[in-house]
């Protein structure tokens, strides 16, 4: 395994003051890990080294042809002052098939594992430890070879930085209010949906743009060929309890596959729930919501958490989701994930890292 060089800051940077009220993803900790690939050389010079700028040729090809990956991942400080990775491994793993899609060269899972712990612990001051907040961890890679011609980079830099956060909607564990999108799609099988690159959220600030104008948080993407099939919201799978039913959108090949949504697929069924993976359209949802049988919606995301959806939009009709409030099931989510990532309880074997 290459070596991690650490390079500490001579100038550390004063924290955010009031840890109660931070806002998500604005302020940066004091390093960042950083590693270069060279064709021919592979991976290498991993080093922890002061957050600052990076020096980028203008001819950079991630700022021409988007050729960038990215992941989210959180550091938990739990009560007793110990910090916690939750199911890092599984990050890594996405990275690489997002990697993969975007002709991007693979990581060593492992060695990133190792890169993420060093780093936060280095940074290990910057873990809030207010209520409900952590340290959100950024990895990603970006295309820095100097060249306009279209085609995979051969040299790229993995960066990580750490952003000490708060909620990353503003309503906290309240409902939030979705908007079915009707006009603008975000992928379709065999594109890019299922990796988690720059470009997918590009090309969805629109919609969000005018979700926003609407006073809605995010919008709910439908299927981008027949627009009928419900697939994810902007930064977060979607769970439906129609009548005793739990379902979600398969993997269909063009949403993420939420790491959230996995965990909380396998906490339900080691609890003797079904969890159906399968296809929902947006008339099943309107019709269970008439028979007064959506009963909860909600999102599952590293960002998001668990997020219940109070208001359905679509079209002109507005549906109110178990009465605006949270419902039985996403506490119980938001209560069994948020305890096992804060160390009050055990998860699975494997699902906590420690890392100090
Ligand atoms: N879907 C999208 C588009 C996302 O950006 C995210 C956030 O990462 C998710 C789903 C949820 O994925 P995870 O639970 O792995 O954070
Ligand atoms: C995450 O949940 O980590 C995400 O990456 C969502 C992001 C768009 C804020």
Known sequence: MSQIRVELTKAPKQKPQDENNLPFGCFYSDHMFVMDYTEGQGWHDARIVPYAPLALDPAAMCLHYGQEVFEGMKAYRTAEGKINLFRPD????????????????ALDVDFCIEAVKKLVEVDKDWVPSAPNTSLYIRPFIIATEPHLGVKPASEYKFIIICAPSGPYYKEGLNPVKIYVEENYVRAVKGGTGVAKTGGNYASSLAADAEAHKQGYSQVLWLDGIEKKYIEE?????????????????????????GITRKSMIAVLESEGYTVNERRISIEEVIAAYEKGQLDEVFGTGTAAVISPVGTL?????????????IGKLSQHLYDTLTDIQWGRIAGPKGWVVEVC
């Open 90 to 105: 599984e990050n890594f793993k996405r990275l690489n098939v997002s990697n993969q899609r975007l002709c991007i060269p």
């Open 313 to 325: 939009k679509v079209g002109e009709k507005v549906m109110t989701i178990n009465g605006g409030k």
């Open 233 to 257: 919201v902007g930064a977060m799978n979607i769970f439906f309890k129609i009548g005793d039913e739990i379902c979600t959108p398969m993997l269909n090949g063009s949403i993420l596959s």
